[in-house]
């Protein structure tokens, strides 16, 4: 566990140097000292430029350039708002032709987040972006590349 070593360092800085667990006084007990509180990491405010780094992981199969070819995977530009398996020259599976309705911000979250599973079938063989700033981000290049 990661917060083991942590919390264990800070109980060994807080215990009494000296004395060897006596009592600072001798008709005292020792008192137990716990380790101070871990704060928790400060929430990152997702931005295009986050976007644009997450997105070097998608291009292995997509292109995101207007009138960009499609790769392994449909290319990307104006993918916000467009209506799924609708890009033209692209071969979608059939449960991509199924799925219907249109990538809106929400659409895109569920599926980046874990594509197989929300969408069984589908040939995006990627096991997905975990972390939610990550997708978010990830999104806002999306959109601002459909601009």
Same mark, same amino acid.
């Given at each position: 566990?990661?917060?083991?070593?942590?919390?264990?360092? #800070?109980?060994?800085? %807080? =215990?009494?140097? #000296? !004395?060897?667990?006596? %009592? $600072?006084?001798?008709? @005292? %007990?020792?008192?137990?000292?716990? =380790?101070?509180? @871990?704060?928790?990491?400060?929430?990152?405010?997702?931005?295009?430029?986050? #976007?644009?780094?997450?997105?070097?992981?998608?291009? /292995?199969?997509?292109?995101?350039?207007? !009138?960009?070819?499609? !790769?392994? #995977?449909?290319?990307?530009?104006?993918?916000?708002?467009?209506?799924?398996? +609708?890009?033209?020259?692209?071969?979608? +599976? *059939?449960?991509?032709?199924?799925? *219907? *309705?249109?990538? $809106? @911000?929400?659409?895109?979250?569920?599926?980046? %987040? $874990?594509?197989?599973?929300?969408?069984? !079938?589908?040939?995006? /063989?990627?096991? *997905?972006?975990?972390? @939610?700033? $990550?997708?978010?981000?990830?999104?806002?290049?999306?959109?601002?590349?459909?601009?």
């Amino acid at each position: 566990m990661r917060t083991a070593p942590v919390l264990l360092a #800070g109980v060994l800085i %807080a =215990a009494p140097l #000296g !004395g060897c667990g006596k %009592a $600072d006084k001798p008709d @005292e %007990a020792p008192t137990a000292r716990s =380790a101070p509180a @871990e704060t928790p990491a400060a929430a990152v405010e997702p931005t295009v430029a986050m #976007g644009a780094m997450v997105f070097r992981r998608c291009m /292995a199969c997509h292109t995101i350039d207007k !009138g960009g070819a499609n !790769g392994i #995977g449909p290319n990307l530009h104006g993918i916000v708002g467009r209506a799924v398996a +609708s890009h033209p020259g692209f071969s979608y +599976s *059939g449960a991509m032709k199924a799925k *219907g *309705g249109v990538w $809106d @911000e929400g659409a895109l979250d569920a599926f980046l %987040a $874990d594509p197989m599973k929300t969408l069984p !079938g589908t040939r995006m /063989a990627f096991a *997905g972006v975990i972390d @939610e700033a $990550d997708r978010k981000a990830l999104i806002l290049y999306l959109k601002a590349q459909s601009e």
